[in-house]
């Protein structure tokens, strides 16, 4: 996968996306990459060459499911929700990140 | 993600990829849409939106995964880091892989035998189709007679054919024989068959009509190596049997007949025989039985129509092929006689049915050494774990999952096996050949297709995989199992490491002492029968001893006498000086030939048609002192014994004591019945000792001798083959050139071959011989590799118990209770193998009785021998590492790490 500038930090994506799904129930792809972005006030910008490998390792992982549906613009779109294995997998990412960050806070203000 | 999921996803990749593909393409549209709607111009919005996504095939490839590609790539990685880790080992990776491809080359040359001589189908059309057809009890061996009928009669086949399947041609006109395998067919045998011209054209019904003219057809590689390929050869001649065949045309490449291990080189029709054997031949004798036939059945009819319909013209043709000269009983069984088929899509074959138990015997052999050196292989394996538990422990803390490593360990077995597998398959090309050259006569060879076809192939990428992943899964287990915490820490001082860590190790070895110890009692049976056929006294000495055939062509319009050419030639070498003894005989012993007759003797009533046969021989004076028999009583024949005389006979003691219960038979007569008449009486003139006839194996058979002089086949023109016994004095050789001159300058027509009297009696114990030395190289390896198994993982154990030893060195125990603690441990291994390999014995070597000579499959002394053989190896084996466990040095050991 190629790495470019504006990616999100790695590991984060299926983060954010399992979010979003928890959020905002079934979405396609595209939707998601929009949410991201306005939601983080285009902060974060997801790469969308390695939204769709993500997506369907989480969906082959179990913690997301797809089926095809139809927008309100009449176009075939596949929609993602969350299973209830994606919404442990949320509650424990959301955890660690927390924890992370957490680390990080203390290491810029002690280190 | 799961492997199967994995493989699932290539499989349905092309739903997959469509699925991807409509998603991918809504994800464009909507972008494009979004850039339109904030006023680019919809070209440049299609660009803007690509070059966002990035690579597009790119990214479908990525998104199909982990899926196939990353897949391929963590399997280039594993066989990468195989690679390394086996080539930082080279010593563990060469015994590996050494007893694997033995192992494996070992199965696939049996294997390749195998596909040989019964999977193959044969190189015609539809074989499926073909259908030998037989005569119950009778066998599968017919008559002209009987032949002729069933083709002018039958309908339930859509084609049926006759050959002969054991003809010898002899190409040179006349001095020594180079014979060529042929055989004598119907007219409608290429037809039938579905075999084409390579060149020419092949026989024709027309071509089989009685009084046909001598034609021949020749197979693709007869015409390559004795016409170097010459198309001017079609309407040349050939001689055969000295007489002249034309040769009209050439067979398609490939085909040489449907006896397997056989390679025809020469098709003739079966009229042909007139010519061949002139009139002597066997086209209208009712008691010749020379042919098999064969039918191809017709798509819609099943085997119970054609049984059913041979039924119905089975007493017409019995009937109308009586032979005559039979006594009125035989001939009432033979109208009895009714027909039966069996598929034959592989061919025919004498060797088939003479090898088939040995070759499975050997398969089921080679399988039992895979298996002892998968399991020593697994054992290297498993010590290797535990010296890879640091790196495996430092792999797991790093993330790495358990599949992972159990991946990364199968990639390495796996790969020994492959690597394994491909010097085996070499190993085997050479093996199969080995085998086959071991299990031909010297005079008659065997051909055999041995080229590597899908089922070899097939077969040894299966036992590779097999093996690797038998060997491997084990350990790889284990290893994966390794606790991160306590594989890191362990490195610190353990004072006594747990013995649960070899059980498996110790199983395997257990494993290994069992089977081998069954593959050793099996050999030593083995080889004690064949010590026994091959020392046991056969009633004649064989060596110094030279047999040479004779045989003369019939001569149109005058009979060949072959008696007074044999008295010429018997009195030609007997004056050389390097002759000791000469004599001639019709049959020699264990050449497969034999003559038996219907005793008639006073006071003997037979208890089966069996029990009132006796075999016979015809011989010349000075036979038995040639071929080292002794004359126990009465009399040699001599010049008194004439045609026309009183008729004698030699008798052995074996023939003595069944018909006249006497160990002295000298002066009592017998008389013999053929068909409805009797011959003799012949008078006994003398007793020899029992001498084997047909086979070494043979319980010896009452034998009787007539006189040469006295037999009116042989200077009747009837008989015209005969056959030469020479002696040699003293160890000396006798010149076979100016042997040959001799003879010819007798006759110049004369067809002579020559063979060692020692050859022959070898020959006839060839099969015996090749499961025995198979049997011994296999057990030995057997032995060979259970003992590397013990030595392995005691060496492991005593190193990894160096701590403990030292520290119960240091406390006071004795070098002598170090060794006995270690040597208790071996002795417990062994004595289960030996218990478990016992039983598994017991069970499999009556599976080989009928291999056995003089041995009962349970024989006491080869088991116990075997049993003492391995204990003792093993003891050895286990000698050193004892020897080392108790030179440990305390404070070495325990200043060490």
Known sequence: ?111 | MSWSRRLLNLFRSNRHSSDLDRELAFHLAERIDDLEAAGLSHEAAVIEARRRFGNYGGTKEHTRDADVVSWLDALADDLRFALRALRHSPGFALVAILSLALGIGANTAIFTLIDAVMLRSLPVSHPEELVQVTMGERGPVFTNPIWEQLRDHQTVFAGIFAYSAFNRFNLSPSGEVRAVAGSLVSGNYFAVLGVQPALGRLLSNSDDVRGCPPLAVLSDAFWRSEFGADPAAIGKTITLNSHAFRIVGVAQSGFTGLEVGQATSIFAPICADAVLSGPNNALDRRSSWWLTVVGRTAPDVSLERIRAGLASLAPGIFEATTPLSAGAEQQQRYRKTTFDVKPAPNGLSLIRRQYRPALLTLMVIVALVLLIACANVANLLLARAAVRRREIAIRVALGASRGRIVRQLLTESVLLSVVAALLGLVLAQWGSRLLVSFLSPSSDPIFLNLAFDRRVLGFSIAVAMLTGIGFGLAPAWRSARVQPNAALKANARGVVEGQRGLSLGKALVVVQVAVSLTLIIGAGLLLGSFKKLATLDPGFRPSDVLLVSMSHPPRPGSNVDMRSISEEVLRRVRALPEVAAASVSQITPLSNTSWNEDMVVDGFSAKSEMDGVAYFNAVSDDYFRTLGTPLLAGRDFNQGDRLGGAKVAIVNETMARHFYKTTDPVGRTFRVRVGDRMEGPFQIVGLVKDAKYQTLREETLATAFIPVAQDTTIGGGLNLDLNLELRATGGGAIALPSLKKILLDVDPSLSVKFTRFATQVEDSLRRERLLATLSGFFGALALLLATMGLYGVLSYNVARRRNEIGIRVALGAGRRQVTTMVLAEVSVMVCMGLVIGLGLALGMTRFIASFLFGLAPTDAATIGGSMALLAGVALFAAYLPARRASRVDPMEALRED
């Not at chain 1, 929009?34 to 769709?52: A, D, P």
């Not at chain 1, 613009?73 to 299973?83: G, I």
């Open chain 1, 1 to 111: 996968m190629g790495k470019s500038k504006n990616d999100i930090l790695q590991g984060t994506l299926s983060l954010l996306v399992l979010k979003t799904l928890a959020s905002r129930g079934p979405m396609h792809g595209y939707a998601i990459t929009s949410h991201i972005q306005q939601v983080s006030s285009e902060m974060l910008r997801v790469e969308e060459g390695s939204l769709y490998p993500a997506l369907h390792r989480m969906e082959q992982d179990g913690w997301i499911c797809a089926e095809w549906g139809v927008t309100e613009k009449n176009r075939q779109a596949r929609l993602y929700s969350l299973t209830a294995a994606g919404r442990k997998q949320l509650a424990s990412e959301v955890e660690s990140w927390a924890r992370l960050t957490e680390g990080v806070r203390r290491v810029l203000r002690y280190a």
